[in-house]
């Protein structure tokens, strides 16, 4: 049974900063991508960023220099470090693993994350 803990969400200005983290409670399986998404109201959820077991990164074009993700294979958490916030960040941020042996996706309940101008 895999398990995916969010925390770090909450009511910020625009400008400041908040970290997301994701904790992934896993049996057995070896966690490949891990990723952050997100879903304002009314829209479609979009992903934020990726990072990969080797450290390599991606991220939304909207959030590039000021959005960070991190992983800590050691614990299995993936981090999202988000600085100069905009109210348009407003949106639920749900973090995804993925199994590297069989694909399968596992997704977090979710964290709400607002912005105030």
């Known amino acids: 049974q895999v398990q995916l803990v969010e925390s770090g969400g909450g009511l910020v200005q625009a400008g400041g900063s908040l970290r997301l983290s994701c904790a992934a409670s896993?049996?057995?399986?070896?966690?490949?991508?891990m990723g952050w998404y997100r879903q304002a109201p009314g829209k479609q959820r979009e992903s934020v960023a990726t990072?990969?077991?080797?450290?390599?990164?991606n991220y939304a074009d909207s959030v590039k220099g000021r959005f960070t993700i991190s992983r800590d294979n050691a614990k299995n958490i993936v981090y999202l470090q988000m600085n100069k916030l905009k109210p348009e960040d407003t949106a639920n941020y749900y973090c995804k693993i993925t199994s590297s042996r069989t694909g399968m996706d596992y997704w977090g309940k979710g964290t709400l994350v607002t912005v105030s101008a």
């Open positions: 896993i049996s057995t399986f070896s966690i490949g991508a």
């Open positions: 990072i990969w077991p080797g450290g390599t990164t």
